[in-house]
């Protein structure tokens, strides 16, 4: 049988394009010159049904008695945060599309940029610590145990970017004078975009608990 890592690391893959697709349609959102949103939306959505027949395949293809070098637990535990990830980018476009008119206010342009830039980054950490973690799985080596906790760290720090550049939205866009339902549209878009940072961080610890057997 092969690897259940060679399933996360195909789940991972496509997790990782969609993150691509959800950072254009996203900036395309985030200008309101931009008309092509519902042209962008569904490669990203059509990406995470792809996910999730993968992820259907992962769970189905582990039969009772199966040996592996972690626990079957754990590692429907770490499927189910990865895949969390790209149902918040599937969340985040779907939110978006309840409104009619495209585009934030100026005055949080960049900031909302900078939220997807580090989500992204944490998405491609993620990435780069599933294939490192399959590496390990292969060989035991201490190298490659080292180098899988150092991107967990990484990722980490990222997701505190993430929060961080999160709140720097909120905190003016309360005080904008700006009509009650685009207040409310915008924080919530910046959560659930922060949120994809943080599914990326639970599946780093729950990577860091299999390290530890």
């Known amino acids: 049988m092969t690897s259940p890592f060679e399933g996360l690391e195909e789940h991972a893959e496509k997790v990782k394009e969609c993150a691509w697709a959800f950072q254009q349609a996203i900036e395309c959102h985030a200008s309101a010159r931009c008309r092509q949103f519902e042209e962008l939306r569904p490669n990203a959505v059509d990406l995470e049904h792809e996910a999730d027949t993968v992820k259907r395949r ?3 293809h582990l039969p009772m008695g199966t040996l592996m070098p972690v626990s079957k637990f754990q590692l429907f535990r770490y499927l189910r945060e990865q895949d969390q990830v790209v149902d918040a980018v599937k969340d985040a476009l779907n939110w978006i599309s309840y409104r009619s008119e495209p ?4 005055e949080l342009h960049k900031d909302f940029i900078r939220l997807v830039d580090a989500v992204i980054d944490a998405i491609e950490e993620m990435i780069r610590m599933v294939k490192g973690a399959r ?3 292969h060989t035991y080596t201490e190298k490659h145990r080292v180098a899988v906790k150092k991107i967990i760290r990484t990722v980490r720090a990222q ?7 999160e709140a720097a939205i909120k905190h003016p ?4 004078p700006v009509d009650p339902v685009s207040v409310f549209h915008v924080v919530h878009l910046a959560e659930i975009i922060g949120s994809i940072a943080d599914h990326a961080e639970n599946a780093g610890d729950t990577m860091r608990a299999m390290l530890a057997r």
């Not at 585009?103 to 100026?106: A, E, K, M, V």
């Open 159 to 165: 997701e505190h970017a993430a929060d961080r550049i």
């Open 58 to 60: 992962i769970r189905g």
């Open 135 to 137: 590496e390990y799985f």
């Open 103 to 106: 585009g934030i206010p100026d």
């Open 173 to 176: 866009i309360l005080n904008m």
